[in-house]
């Protein structure tokens, strides 16, 4: 092997700003590609520094030979080995490709995490960019979609480092037959149903044939898109950066003046950070003409199971595992008894009712502590006529007025509780104490207590009204 093997060199030109003996996890699977990355690497960095990593995903019948294959070759090499096996099958409907890349990569990071390696390396190569890129353009995918595969990323603390994507794949095949290298072939490659295997059969070598240079100028295509679409992440950031609060609220005046296409940047970069499926360019104008143009104070927008919810200038992304949306009914009534504890927990309503003394940081709802420990304690719905006061020498206003006032959604409305004590209201979270004094025992002068509520979820749409305060 040259010192100056072209393989080898973008080996160690990926690991240059790693540490000398860093860990090091190698995804191998058998194939001409991550056979040539493990062998370079061996010739890059101390055999100790690296671990062999093989997921088995169990989709075929021979996963136990491919295993069984790269543990031999890591054992040549003198380079520890790590079998991982996938539990689970994809869901009816479920692209197999797409859950067999969530799942191996996972597999990946939990084998660096609990070896302590600092990076994962994959053989990707510019063959596999090319092809990424015209997915990308089949699926009509945005600059996210045809920005393609990075050299490197950060996956919570584990680097994912592409060391070959300047590299055609017939430059690993030739690397391993050059060494003598045995290697695999995975059937499902070569499947005519899967949209990467029949571009890679049927139009890759159309267009390398009538333009040469097609790869090369393919991945430097998808390196400028994903310039574009940094500059994209840039931009909405500095438009979100005033606009969405700490629950991940999206406050709509604060884009109303930019253009359409930064309103649409925006929301779309929005909905990827509370972990929603990006939409469509159709989905999404649908969704800003709702927000922007509509002159309802409500609008309901349907996406992949979440609900993006508008109710004056706010806007609110629920995923499907929200208890909080509004294609579901507020919690019946809440029952229960104090003995004397700091905090209940009210799990259903995703609330905790804390007491305390009066004078607290969190002052809430004074009551005679008697009466609280005859209880029973109640939480339920409120009545809209129920009056409260904002504070305690404030007029008493009705429920409904301080929905009005405060921009609570009507969905959201049945989950600020009424909070009573026997038949005593003390008031509504988030909206005032009754308009009533001091709820008193029977007798005496009153040993008073502080009841609060307190929202557990701190993505809780309510901690707009309910802090740890009422």
């Known amino acids: 092997m040259t010192p100056d093997d072209p393989v080898v060199q973008a080996i160690r030109q990926a690991l240059a700003a790693l540490p000398a003996d860093a860990r090091l996890v190698v995804a191998a699977s058998g194939g001409a590609d991550s056979t040539a990355l493990l062998h370079a690497c061996v010739a890059a960095v101390p055999p100790e520094c690296l671990i062999s990593c093989h997921v088995h995903h169990g989709l075929q019948a021979a996963a136990d030979a491919f295993a069984a294959h790269c543990a031999s070759a890591a054992h040549r090499l003198g380079v520890p080995f790590d079998l991982r096996r996938l539990d689970g099958r994809p869901a009816r409907g479920e692209s197999v490709e797409a859950w067999a890349r969530e799942h191996r990569y996972r597999a990946l990071d939990a084998c660096a995490r609990e070896a302590g390696a600092v990076a994962v390396l994959t053989a990707h190569h510019a063959d596999d960019q090319a092809e990424t890129l015209l997915i990308g353009l089949a699926r009509g995918s945005g600059p996210d979609g045809l920005s393609g595969m990075q050299p490197e990323i950060d996956r919570d603390g584990i680097r994912l480092i592409r060391p070959f994507l300047s590299l055609s794949r017939a430059s690993l095949r030739h690397y391993c037959m050059r060494h003598a290298l045995a290697v695999i072939n995975d059937p499902m490659n070569d499947d005519p149903a899967r949209l990467r295997s029949a571009l890679r059969a049927q139009v890759m070598p159309t267009l390398v044939g009538v333009a040469p240079a097609f790869v090369a100028n393919a991945a430097r295509s998808a390196g400028l898109i994903a310039e574009a679409a940094e500059l994209a992440r840039e931009w909405a950031q500095i438009d979100l950066a005033q606009a969405v609060d700490a629950g991940g609220v999206l406050r709509l005046s604060a884009l109303e003046t930019l253009s359409r296409a930064r309103q649409a940047n925006a929301v779309r970069h929005w909905l990827r950070e509370r972990g929603a499926p990006v939409p469509s360019q159709a989905r999404l104008s649908a969704l800003l003409i709702q927000v922007f143009d509509s002159t309802s104070a409500h609008a309901l927008w349907r996406h992949a199971g979440w609900c993006v919810v508008r109710y004056r200038d706010r806007l ?155």
């Not at 609110?316 to 209940?344: H, I, M, N, T, Y």
């Not at 404030?394 to 009573?420: C, D, H, I, T, Y």
């Not at 909206?431 to 009153?446: D, I, K, N, T």
């Open 316 to 470: 609110q992304a629920l995923s499907p595992q929200a208890v909080l949306r509004p294609d579901r009914p507020a919690p019946g009534e809440w029952r229960g008894r104090w003995a004397g504890e700091s905090a209940l927990g009210v799990s259903h309503w995703g609330l905790e009712l804390c007491v305390s003394q009066p004078g607290d940081a969190n002052a809430g709802f004074m009551v005679d502590r008697a009466l609280l420990e005859r209880g029973p304690i109640v939480l339920c719905a409120p009545s809209a006529r129920l009056r409260v006061r904002p504070a305690a020498k404030s007029r008493s206003r009705e429920v409904r007025k301080r929905w009005q006032e405060l921009g609570v959604p009507p969905w959201l409305r049945g989950w600020l509780p009424e909070v009573r004590v026997g038949e005593v209201t003390l008031g509504v979270a988030g909206l005032g104490a009754a308009a009533e004094s001091v709820a008193l025992g029977a007798g005496g002068v009153p040993a008073l207590v502080s009841v609060s509520v307190r929202v557990l979820n701190h993505e809780d749409p309510r901690r707009l009204w309910v802090m740890d305060y009422n």
